[in-house]
């Protein structure tokens, strides 16, 4: 591989499943040794992705590259190079967890060198991997999907929502080596549905809805761009009643308060229409979290194209990219 | 689990108890088999080389040719396309095809394998030579017994040679690869088990009972040839004590077939859960 070459390449990928589309032109780059998420609903396309970027399914149109190579014509040469955590992980339930991590570290033709300092890590003890994978709780069975996945030192790991079932400590641990795997150079995609998971882990963020691109951009842009969360008290107590343009930024009614989520750049002109039109005895404003933040981007995009002048600033759209 | 072919290994490891209980109950079977044919003293049979049974009585006695199921051959015989027989070999093949690829589909385990660089074509391939082992070792089971019993028989020696005992093993493998390919090819093309499950039995007992059919009934004669029990003749293997080339080749054929088919459907597939 070109040493400038991107890890992952979609171009226009494609997706369709008869007459369902599963994604539909996703065109996103990772560079090599970036921390990457992937964040979406369920349903969003983020597991359609990452299955085609690790050969299991072939794109309906479009071009996928996963470290320079095609993941399916390449496959024997890309595996070995590859860590992948499924999202719904299913193991042979009869095997224990030590001939689990032994056979898919044969199947992987490599070595596994990292095995016995990630079980440790991980809190896999002896005794534990002793046992068959059906007495396994869903957190040890996504240790057990973690170690597997890393086992062999990859230069690229594809991990789709690793954090599930995991306690606070072994996420803390999660991190942890996420944060090591990238300080080494390697490369990372993460896909999750939770936000604080990728703001945690990722440098920059692809959203995606209904297998479209919403936004590309950096945790740091978007966590920049966060809405501001506005609250009016009204003197009359009447409650809801029609905003205007207003409408558009979320408005969620409590008797005679209404709270409203307002991007940074339309603050002061929204305010000034609301301060104009409406009996107002209070008033706050305050930064949004970025799960709001991250609604907010959401309900614009189903808002439809009359809307995407609200994407946040710093944001790369997919007519963009 | 073995690093040399894992796959091959899995696929025999998660399913070894089944196996033990089947070639434990093929043995049991065919010696009961060879103490019922032993309680039955020669002039009590019918007659030995004499077509003296109905045609479609053959069906049972594993013959199309002159062996009657009124003779050791044919007792013998019958053991060996003996509805539980078939059943007993069904189930390892079912099973066996099943996990070959239908049942990690189903079971979300293929995203693990196929994630690996293993290629599809290895995949089929460990998981097929799985259940040629596990046909091997049914038929040997079956064939080893029915060995022994004869060996230990003189009546029953006088009337079957041990190298017959070993063509109808032959034959019984090549049955097995028969019905293994379709079962393989299905896997390949299915997502869930009780499809795989479903054809394999449906393949064997269609089969079996269109053989029937065609030898009971004169006008539907000409369909035996679309079954594969009508290649399948260990009565007239034990009875002549030899392996009949061309029937072993019809077999092995449609098994190849079956095989060859799976690779392209498999190749050209999704393969997530």
Redesign the interface.
């Known amino acids: 591989m070109h040493p400038a070459a991107p890890a992952i390449e979609l171009r226009a990928f494609t997706k369709t499943y008869g007459r369902a589309t599963g994604v539909d032109r996703l065109t996103v780059t990772v560079e090599t040794g970036e921390v990457f998420g992937f964040l979406g609903p369920n349903g969003a396309g983020k597991t ?1 992705t990452l ?1 085609t970027l ?5 794109p309906t149109s479009g071009q996928v590259r996963v470290l320079g190579l095609d993941p399916v014509a390449d ?6 190079r ?1 860590g ?1 955590l ?1 999202g ?5 339930p ?2 224990t967890g030590s ?1 689990t991590l ?3 570290g ?4 490599v070595p596994t060198p990292r095995r016995a300092e990630l079980c440790e890590r991980l809190a896999l003890s002896a005794a534990d991997l002793a046992r068959p994978v059906r007495e396994y709780s869903r957190g040890m069975k996504q240790k057990i999907g973690l170690v ?1 996945a890393l086992q062999h030192d990859p230069e690229l790991v594809v991990l789709d929502e690793p954090s599930e079932g995991l306690d606070p400590l072994v996420q803390e641990t999660f991190f942890a080596l996420l944060k090591e795997t990238a300080a080494a150079g390697r490369t990372v995609l993460l896909s999750s549905h939770v936000l604080p998971e990728v703001q945690r882990a990722c440098g920059r963020v692809a959203i995606v809805r209904s297998g479209r691109l919403v936004t590309v951009q950096t945790v740091a842009a978007l966590r920049e761009a966060r809405a501001r969360r506005v609250r009016l008290v009204l003197e009359d107590g009447h409650g809801p009643r029609p905003l205007g343009a207003a409408e558009a930024w979320s408005p969620a009614w409590n008797r005679g308060e209404v709270r409203l989520l307002i991007p940074p750049e339309d603050l002061v002109s929204a305010l000034r229409e609301l301060l104009a039109a409406l009996p107002v005895t209070d008033l706050t404003v305050e930064e949004a979290g970025l799960e709001e933040a991250f609604l907010d981007l959401y309900r614009a995009g189903e808002a439809g194209p009359g809307t995407t002048n609200r994407t946040m600033p710093g944001t790369k759209t997919e007519a963009q990219l | ?1 073995r ?1 040399r072919f ?2 091959f290994w ?1 696929a025999l490891h ?1 399913r070894r108890r089944m196996l033990a209980y089947l070639a434990a109950g093929m043995v049991l079977f065919e010696t009961l088999m060879v103490v019922v044919s032993r309680a039955v003293p020669p002039a009590q049979l019918l007659g030995g080389e004499v077509n003296a049974a109905p045609g479609a009585f053959q069906a049972f006695s594993g013959s199309t040719g002159d062996v009657s199921l009124a003779s050791y051959p044919g007792l013998l015989g019958a053991g060996l396309v003996h509805p539980l027989w078939i059943a007993l070999q069904l189930t390892a093949i079912g099973s066996l095809a099943a996990a070959a690829v239908a049942a990690d589909l189903e ?13 599809r074509a290895r995949l089929l391939a460990e998981r097929g030579a799985a259940i040629v082992a596990a046909s091997v070792l049914l038929n040997a089971a079956a064939t080893v017994t029915l060995a022994v019993g004869i060996a230990a028989s003189p009546t029953l020696h006088r009337a079957v040679s041990l190298s017959g005992v070993v063509a109808a093993g032959l034959l019984g493998c090549c049955l097995t690869l028969c019905l293994t390919g379709p079962a393989l090819a299905v896997s390949a093309a299915g997502r869930r088990r009780a499809q795989v499950l479903g054809a394999t039995i449906a393949f064997g007992a269609v089969g079996f009972a269109l053989n029937f059919i065609a030898m009971a009934w004169s006008k539907a004669r000409p369909l035996r040839y679309l079954s594969p029990f009508h290649y399948y003749t260990p009565g007239d293997a034990l009875a002549h004590a030899h392996l009949p080339w061309a029937s072993a080749a019809v077999l092995l054929a449609v098994g190849m077939a079956g095989v060859v088919a799976a690779f392209p459907l498999l190749n050209h597939r ?4």
């Open positions: 359609t299955r690790t050969g299991l399914l072939r496959h024997r040469r890309l595996a070995p590859l992948y499924p719904e992980l299913r193991l042979y009869e095997l001939q032994g056979l898919l044969d199947l992987q033709g597997q | 689990m690093s894992p796959l899995l998660r079971s979300g385990t293929i995203e693990l394998l196929i994630t690996r660089p293993i290629s999704d393969l997530a859960p």
